[in-house]
């Protein structure tokens, strides 16, 4: 008897050992975080006193306000040089106690504020980080418009080097430019700000700058939820087909539309394989819900945060409609100061259609306006012609609506095409000239589909019909005879498109 028991139980040890090892799972615990005066690398002309506070008061905004998977003590100008805090936080905390204040996010939106005793302080020295923002470059660019006025560009670098009290080094520096990504950001950001909430009351010069500052921040801040110290962790419940669920919501930041991938771990508890890809449809206080769109998931599987900058870049070819009229009849005529055997350099007439090569930009106003899934979209591109450069540009709201890697689409878009001679010699004739309309507005609509080739890359199709008035380009007098050459682009359009998430 007693030998079988120790065969089975030898068995079951063996079968044991035998299995692999479940990784530890992990899940997000808020950090505290110390923030230290905005640093300057130098005298910058044009960030006067206004604009380094309006600049700090984003800066908390953003990295306070926004980001609630911290709890933050703001040091401020009495946090002194980050060296002498880490040096001896534990003593820094015990002078200076009384003065420190911990901020968080309340429900309503609202920064509350709460003193902190000092075991308080010194379990954040030991679980905490520290940020020591630092604004290297403000350059101003004042640029002469065309048709009179100015309008102002800024160029603005920044970056913002982290440290963990604990250990009390550096783990890393992150960067932002208004010449990088950062300046699509705000640029996108104050486009759907304006689109869908309003038109700031900022002067052009104030609102070139914040545009320029909340772009670089908003660059960085997506680059320290890149970090893995830093991004959302949790574990996959209430799975299905369409969904899963996991315990982080409005407590720690989770967004409308914001990314998860589900991973399987190894031993080590490290990333091995991304079992699925989802996003955040349905946000609670404590608990939010993502849709599946590629992969599976099951109860208890990895979830973490896969965050972007929330812009999709497209290359596209499509099809516009063309009429071209009245440019026949002009390329007859010869004047007297011209080789009457020349004739002008003009497309032809035509009617059909035209290869439109261009680019679409989408922007996910999710965590903006609160809808999933709306876009603020721009399109712009080159229609081949002869003897002639056209430009078509527009710009819109688009609603997408996903079944797996599925979507299906609308479009509403307002826009322009505009056409430039390649030969301008004959415009020096008395006789002729160039439209005064040879740019004209109209709109289009369209509908499409996509699919999700990976979680970053996604394959478009639309058709749809765009409006362009008949615009004169060009009017020639001929023995007394006006003779005019008018394009027209209004019809059905197509379009295919193969988009990659920044």
Known sequence: ?????????????????????????????????????????????HLDRKRQKWARDKFLETFV?????????????????????????????????????????????????ARVTLDDLKAAVANGFAFVPTITKVKREKIKQEKGGHRYEFHIDAHIDIYRTSTKKKIGTVTGSSNDIGGMLGAF????????????ESDKEERAFQSAMEGVYEQMK??????DQFSLKSVATDTDFHGFSFDLGKNFGVRMDRRYKVWSLDMQGKKQEMEAFGKVRKIEETRSRAQVLIGSVSEGDQVIE????GINIAPMVGIIPWKAEGFDAIKGISFNFLDPNVVFALPPDAEGNKLNIGLQLEYNTAWIVGISELYLVMEGGLVPVENMTVWQGMGGIRKKYYFRRFAAFWTVKFGGIG??????????DPNV???????????????????????????????????FPKQTVLLVYDEGELKTAQITSAGVTFAFTLSWTL
Request: negative net charge; glycine residues 10%.
């Open 1 to 45: 008897m007693r030998r079988g028991l120790l065969a089975g139980f030898t068995l079951l040890m063996v079968i044991t050992l035998a299995l692999p090892a479940q990784a530890q799972l992990q899940r997000s615990e808020k950090k505290t975080l110390f923030v230290f005066e905005t640093q300057n690398a130098k005298d910058f002309d």
């Open 65 to 113: 306000t926004t980001f609630e998977r911290f709890d933050f003590i703001d040091l401020g100008a009495a946090g002194g040089q980050i060296d002498t805090f880490l040096a001896d936080a534990d003593g820094y905390m015990l002078e200076h106690a009384q003065e420190l204040v911990q901020l968080r996010k309340e429900p309503d939106g609202r920064i509350g504020e």
């Open 189 to 200: 950001k104050t486009l759907a700000a304006a689109a869908l909430l309003g038109e700031s």
């Open 222 to 227: 997506t680059r320290i939820r890149q970090m």
């Open 306 to 309: 896969d965050a972007k900058f």
């Open 419 to 428: 056409v430039d001679f390649i030969d301008t010699d004959f415009l020096d």
């Open 433 to 467: 000239e160039e439209g005064s309309d040879a740019t004209v507005y109209g709109v289009g609509v369209d509908v499409g589909a996509e699919v999700l080739l990976t979680p970053d890359v996604a394959l478009r199709g639309q058709i749809g019909f765009a409006g």
